[in-house]
């Protein structure tokens, strides 16, 4: 069995992320990290680049449980065989101005506004309502 790093004793149950060494506890850990571990690069070797806050989820953005859900969808999968609707698809893809075109395909195809229903159905997606 591995003996502490630090101390020597039995049991360990952890590693230190610097080096991987094992250790037992936390005052072992403490001992550790106040000291200087060779693995551990020195504090004023590189500088760090300043932290750029993350942008939050953008709204538009589906999250991946979602997509599998779309993925899913017996409705959805069963549109997408159309030969039909892909062509109005690679159409809508292929567009200039696609929003557009998009507000074509739903205001004039029945299917192609179904279809936007099942896929708003699959994901569960309902819109913040905006304060006006």
Do not use: W
């Not at 936390?26 to 693995?39: D, E, F, I």
């Amino acid at each position: 069995m591995a003996k502490c790093f630090v101390c020597g004793e039995g049991q360990v149950k952890y590693r230190f992320p610097c080096c991987r060494e094992r250790y037992c506890s936390l005052p072992c850990y403490r001992v550790h990290a106040a000291g200087q571990c060779p693995a551990r690069p020195e504090k004023d070797a590189r500088p760090k680049r300043p932290r750029t806050e993350e942008p939050e989820e953008d709204d538009a953005l589906i999250s991946e449980i979602r997509l599998c859900a779309l993925r899913g969808h017996p409705g959805i999968r069963s549109a997408l065989q159309s030969e039909a609707f892909q062509d109005a698809l690679v159409a809508l893809d292929e567009a200039h101005d696609r929003r557009q075109a998009l507000e074509n395909l739903l205001e004039k195809d029945r299917f192609f506004a179904g279809f936007a229903a099942q896929c708003i159905e699959a994901i569960n997606y309902f819109p913040k309502k905006s304060a006006s």
